[in-house]
Every structure is written in C-alpha cells, then in structure tokens.
C-alpha cells in the first residue's frame, strides 16, 4: 500500500510541476505581448491571439471599445468572441495558478497597486 501511495505522490509532484511550467509558458507569451511595441489589432490573426491571451475586454469583464471596434474591423461574429473569451478565461486561469514566487512580474504589478493604494488613502 504505501509503494501505491508513493507511486501516487510522485505523480501528483510531476502533474504540478507541470502544471507551474504551462503557467510559466503562459505568463511568458502574455508578458511579449503586453510588454512588445506591436499593434496587436492590426491584423485578424494577430487580435485574435491577443484576444485569447491578453484579452480585449475591460478588467471587470465588461465589453470595451476595443473589444467593438477589433470585432467590426475583423468581422468577428458572436459566437467567436464567445469561443475567444472562453479561451481566454482559461489561458488567465493557468497564468492566475503560477505560485508568486515563480511569477516576478505578478509581485511586482502587486507592489505597484500596493504602492497605488497607498498614496492615495
């Protein structure tokens, strides 16, 4: 019995790891979008991927401008910016699963709004 559980224990060590490497991956494609100086709407494929990975809604969820205006400019139908929003919760999910510790720009954007927060209270 204790072997099983072993056997069970490295698996689930090996399943998190990972787990922590996709959401490393993840953070990392966010983190050349976010930070590169190219137009993400320029291009359908290009919106398209931003859409998934960065998002091209407001913060709380809410439709933006840009989100109107890439779905007018691209002809991008309803029910592919659902499909687009979907993956997007999910690649967010995976990024929101990386420790602290293994995600310096996730510490440092919380320092930066702890610092915010500060200042103006």
Known sequence: MSDEIETLRRELED???????????FESI??????????W?????????YGIVVGWD?????ESEATREICHRHKIKPE???RMR????V???????????????????ERQD???NTTTN
């Not at 966010?30 to 137009?39: P, Q, R, T």
């Not at 709407?41 to 991927?49: F, H, L, R």
């Open 30 to 39: 966010h983190n050349a979008i976010v930070f590169g100086s190219k137009d």
């Open 91 to 109: 690649v967010t999910a995976a990024r929101e699963a990386l420790p602290e510790d293994m995600c310096p720009i996730k510490m440092a954007r």
């Open 86 to 89: 979907s993956m997007h919760r």
């Open 15 to 25: 399943k998190t790891a990972e787990c922590h490497r996709l959401a490393q991956a």
């Open 80 to 82: 592919d910016l659902a």
């Open 114 to 116: 702890a610092d915010r």
């Open 41 to 49: 709407a320029v291009y359908s494929k290009d919106a398209w991927i």
């Open 58 to 62: 407001e913060d709380d969820g809410s």
